[in-house]
């Protein structure tokens, strides 16, 4: 993307198959941005996804980005050195635990009040994925001992991806007074959630899905019980998996609510998540598009699950599709 004509064409292309959106990674410049912004907005596609470090929230909310990812966001924006941070010819290259540290220590709060009060006003929403940050968080307490839910993950995914980057957040997230930041960093985000949630924010759950300890499907269940943690109600945690991004799809008419004519897919508990929410696991049996699974339907798909993250084919394949990614491979290489 190195003109704004680069952009149209990008745009185009993806416009022309049919996607529902353009997502943009962090290191994307301010001109990059903006100009896909222009070109997204005039072609009838959304802009989602990661905002660009070059890029202030401020801006970001200008250009109508749909939403926003992870959960560092307003740790970044509301740093009083973000500008200077920002001005870095390589801010990447900068972001190590001493900096981090800087981060916490350096809150501007009212800065924070109001660039929430701001993108509360805005139709942008916000997809904290806890569950990432968490990950680094509990990173030194050996994840991997005696889990059931690793045995559905892949081996080459575990292997390549997901113990290495555990071992990292582990060994070198420590300052330079030797203290572990990544504790700290998640505490800092759960406590701007429940801010930004006084603040009308849109919250939505999400995972990053096979993500460094991101269970496909599972741990929807777990950033539930992180939002609650952070201050949201079980009813507005549910709300934000179910009814609010349906409504941010834009497919409210088929599914989100439990009503006559909607798309019939239901989790059926024991126990009422408005009580805990960690009663959402209490799975008794799944509705999915009008298909009734029992509690032993479910137990055989588990074991087909387990079976296949084992299976050698499966695992040759990944491996080939991982190689053979550029993104995959630089989110190896990283």
Known sequence: LNTRSDAAQLVGVYVGQGVD?????????????KWLAHESTKQGIKLAGHKPLKVSLVQALANNITSLEHGRLFAFECYAGIASFRALPDPVSSYTPDLIR????????????????????????????????KMSAQSR????????????I?????????EPDVNRAATKGFDKDGRFVHMDYYQLAKAQIKKAHRHQMRILVGTDNIDTLVFSGLSVHHELQNLV????????ALLAATLWPAQFSGVESITGTVEEGKRADLIILHDNPLEHIENT???????FN??????????????????????????????IQMLMSPLMRAQLAD
Request: net charge negative.
């Open 102 to 133: 800087d981060i916490i220590n350096k809150q501007d709060p009212q800065k924070c009040d109001q660039l929430m009060r701001l993108m509360g006003q805005s139709q942008t929403a916000w997809v904290p994925t806890l569950t990432t940050l």
């Open 141 to 152: 307490h050996n994840p991997f001992n005696g889990h059931p839910s690793f045995d559905y």
């Open 229 to 236: 943690e952070a201050g949201l109600t079980p009813g507005k």
């Open 290 to 319: 009008g298909l009734y699974f029992d509690s032993e339907a479910i137990a055989e798909l588990e074991k087909y699950v387990v079976d296949m993250a084992q299976s050698i084919h499966l695992n040759t394949k990944l491996l």
């Open 281 to 287: 696991q209490s799975i008794e049996a799944v509705l």
């Open 21 to 33: 959106f353009i997502k943009t990674y962090t290191e994307v410049s301010s001109d990059q941005f």
């Open 154 to 162: 892949p081996t080459v995914v575990k292997a390549l991806m997901w």
